[in-house]
């Protein structure tokens, strides 16, 4: 039943590891989107895409990476993880990438890098 | 660029009415978002103004004005399930990013 999902909820690491995390939605959208959220609850796009292919691309250091296998997936992948990367990562999805269309967020990955 | 002012907190009393207002400064202006998060839980959609004017929704409304720059929310007969954070945010023609002002978190007091 969920729209966008998310996993994993939570995720501990060190730094220097890589690691992913997938989103899926079951809304039938035609654009996902990835989210990062900081201590100040900020909320800041990091990369969007539109029918599998990339449409925006925020100035994010190139150890994060996304992937669309297909219109309903958007995983995010990261390497050599720093301690600055710890938020919460909030994948979305909206029908379309213009207009009136709200977005459709996932319940979000708490990332905490020790 | 884009540019996005909320105050940070605001408080209110069960059953009272809050205006959360949100200013804004953006090139091809697109459309206007409120969303609601509550504390640990995912943004959820609120209220969309892209032409000038009050949009009514429930207990909530919103106002836009493109020519000042500015929106507001307007929360009637709060209650305490109204306590989350309030994100305004704009989209432009030129990016179709969607830019997140920092949140109003408002608390509802008994």
């Known amino acids: 039943d969920t729209a966008v999902s998310q996993t994993p909820k939570y995720l501990v690491t060190q730094m220097g590891n890589d690691k992913s995390i997938k989103c899926e939605q079951n809304?039938?959208?035609?654009?996902m989107y990835w989210y990062k959220q900081d201590s100040k609850k900020f909320l800041k796009i990091m990369f969007s895409?539109?029918?599998?292919?990339?449409?925006i691309n925020e100035t994010v250091p190139n150890r994060f990476s996304p992937k669309s296998p297909d219109k309903a997936h958007l995983n995010l992948h990261i390497n050599s993880l720093e301690l600055g990367d710890s938020a919460v990562y909030f994948c979305?999805?909206?029908?379309?990438?213009?207009?009136?269309?709200?977005?459709?967020f996932g319940p979000g990955t708490r990332l905490t890098v020790t | 660029g884009q540019n996005i002012d909320q105050p940070t907190e605001m408080t209110a009393t069960e059953g009272a009415i809050v205006q959360i207002n949100c200013t804004y400064q953006?090139?091809?202006?697109?459309?206007l978002f409120w969303y609601q998060q509550h504390a640990g839980e995912a943004p959820t959609f609120l209220s969309y103004?892209?032409?000038?004017g009050l949009e009514e929704k429930g207990r909530f409304s919103s106002f836009l004005s493109r020519s000042k720059g500015y929106s507001y929310l307007l929360l009637k007969e709060l209650q305490m399930k109204d306590s989350a954070s309030y994100l305004c945010?704009?989209?432009?023609?030129?990016?179709?990013?969607?830019?997140f002002g920092t949140g109003t978190r408002l608390q509802v007091f008994p």
């Open positions: 979305a999805s909206s029908q379309g990438a213009q207009g009136v269309y709200e977005q459709y």
């Open positions: 809304l039938g959208h035609d654009t």
């Open positions: 895409y539109n029918n599998k292919e990339l449409i």
């Open positions: 953006t090139s091809g202006f697109n459309g």
């Open positions: 103004n892209v032409l000038d």
């Open positions: 945010a704009v989209r432009s023609y030129n990016t179709d990013k969607l830019i």
